[in-house]
């Protein structure tokens, strides 16, 4: 999993050097889709459920599973990327939010805030905690900063299947549902909305987006409970 993690955040690195105005989400489709298969991997998501992409790419008020297609980026736009890799049967999964050229100060924020919002949430991973303060501590960090937390997509286990229990909500109370334990592998993954917390689904039945218009992000990371507390894997 160690492996399925790098190959994920390599590709992650690959994109960035692509990610600028008049870019296609399906070019960097392309791009990931290749990049991965170099590294003996094959992409989680192509086929999931019948998704089309390599990648989900996201622009601006869209907020997940974004289907890679002909929409060129352009100067100001976020795209957030979700990459999953199976590697010798093991999967990786993370989400990065980019932004396009230039943005303004206030999108820069939400960006900033959400990743944040997640190292907040790993902070409290460690074993004998209980799931929620993870979810407590994201809630707690996204609100304080004037932002909203999408309540209806959420965390996961992740191993032989993509997406395995528990599921990991990113609101909620602390010390509720199970202790973690060493060897938990966890994909958390906070999701945030400039305006608010609502979101729907477009008619192609994949594409998640604000039901107000405004930005949203996404940032996540794929980790281990260790002995003393968590380790990343899907960084390099």
Not at 80 to 104: E, F, L, Q
Not at 213 to 230: L, N, Q, R, S, V
Request: glycine content about 10%; aromatic content about 8%.
């Amino acid at each position: 999993m160690r492996e399925a993690g790098k190959i994920v955040a390599l590709t992650h690195q690959e994109l960035q050097k692509h990610i600028a105005p008049g870019i296609t989400t399906k070019e960097l489709d392309g791009i990931a889709d290749r990049f991965i298969r170099q590294h003996d991997a094959v992409p989680s998501f192509k086929g999931y459920n019948g998704f089309s992409g390599s990648i989900c790419a996201s622009v601006n008020e869209e907020l997940v599973h974004g289907i890679p297609g002909n929409r060129a980026l352009e100067d100001g736009d976020i795209i957030s990327i979700d990459i999953g890799a199976k590697y010798k049967g093991y999967h990786g999964d993370s989400a990065w939010t980019y932004p396009v050229g230039t943005i303004p100060e206030e999108t820069q924020k939400l960006l900033d805030v959400t990743e944040e919002s997640l190292y907040r949430g790993l902070s409290e991973a460690k074993p004998g905690v209980r799931l929620s303060n993870i979810s407590h501590a994201v809630q707690t960090y996204a609100e304080e900063n004037g932002f909203s937390i999408v309540r209806e997509y959420v965390g996961h286990g992740v191993g032989q299947d993509l997406h395995e229990a528990p599921q990991i909500p990113h609101f909620g109370p602390p010390d509720k549902g199970p202790r973690l334990k060493p060897g938990m592998v966890l994909a958390v993954e906070p999701m945030v909305n400039a305006g608010s917390r609502y979101v729907k689904t477009l008619a192609d039945n994949w594409t998640v987006v604000t039901v107000d218009g405004k930005m949203c992000a996404h940032f996540e990371h794929t980790i281990a409970i260790t002995e003393e507390g968590y380790e990343i894997l899907t960084r390099t």
